[in-house]
């Protein structure tokens, strides 16, 4: 078998083992649990039969979902301490270090760099956009940024109540935590792994689809879902294009605290007087 051989076959158990990803994902999410631990255990019966670099994938799963179980129970656990609600909710997000730590610690094991996204974000990209009209990545960046800013503040303008700081600054503090956490999970660790085992767009596709999965588990409309999926593909674009998580966790920020301001989404956070 030749190189450019190996290199397929690994990428065509890269993607059977990414779909495996997304369907234990759906399990999971969705509370059917039976057939959830079916498949878990039945990937740890196979794991031993993979070449390495889907050995890695496969364990990373195994972590990432032993990390989310490990999350629940801790979360049901701090919810016995008599904490304020906000507290609460910010404390849950942190758990998220668990499956966190957990995927970086396989992915060590393997002798592999967790992420090849932690730098400072590159803006020399271009797109390709149709009519072979070509448009400067750092250009659409900072009309992205502009345009984000003036709906910023029409929408803390239109406020029924007027602003309030206190509560717009906890907001702002669940948002940032929020958007750090998950993309350092998901486009920092996840995709360029994703992307590896199959390739770039298949990559993309499967850790936003995957995202909008596991984002909705608490029961949201399918139209938010459908936007979480939509925010998951234009967060791994933003990571892909920059070379940075950076781009992606300020974007994210944003649409998190604009879904907040809006009553898309609560956190209990008062906004009266």
């Given amino acids: 078998m030749t190189g450019e051989d190996r290199m397929e076959w690994i990428k065509r158990k890269g993607l059977w083992i990414s779909g495996y990803f997304l369907l234990m994902m759906f399990l999971f999410t969705r509370g059917f649990y039976n057939p959830f631990f079916v498949l878990l255990i039945g990937l740890f019966l196979i794991i031993v039969f993979l070449k390495e670099e889907n050995r890695l994938f496969g364990w990373m799963i195994i972590s990432f979902f032993l990390g989310n179980l490990l999350l629940g129970y801790m979360d049901h656990f701090i919810e016995s301490f008599h904490l304020s609600p906000f507290l609460l909710i910010m404390m849950?997000?942190?758990?998220?270090?668990?499956?966190?730590?957990?995927?970086?610690?396989?992915?060590?094991?393997?002798?592999?760099?967790?992420?090849?996204?932690?730098?400072?974000p590159i803006f020399t990209e271009e797109i390709q956009l149709p009519f072979k009209i070509v448009f400067s990545f750092k250009r659409f960046v900072l009309i992205f940024a502009l345009m984000a800013v003036l709906f910023l503040g029409i929408t803390l303008q239109f406020q029924k109540d007027g602003l309030h700081w206190l509560p717009f600054l906890l907001i702002l503090l669940f948002a940032l935590v929020n958007a750090i956490l998950d993309e350092i999970l998901w486009r920092g660790i996840l995709l360029p792994k994703l992307i590896r085992h199959t390739s770039q767009p298949i990559g993309i596709v499967i850790t936003s689809i995957a995202f909008g999965i596991n984002t909705t588990m608490f029961g949201f409309s399918v139209i938010i879902y459908m936007i979480y999926i939509f925010l998951g593909f234009m967060l791994a674009f933003l990571t892909v294009k920059s070379r940075s998580v950076l781009p992606a966790m300020i974007a994210h920020t944003y649409v998190t605290t604009i879904l907040l301001l809006n009553g898309v989404m609560s956190i209990p956070v008062y906004f009266g007087s």
């Fill in 92 to 120: 849950s997000q942190l758990l998220l270090l668990i499956p966190i730590l957990m995927i970086s610690f396989v992915v060590k094991q393997f002798n592999q760099e967790i992420t090849p996204y932690f730098h400072r």
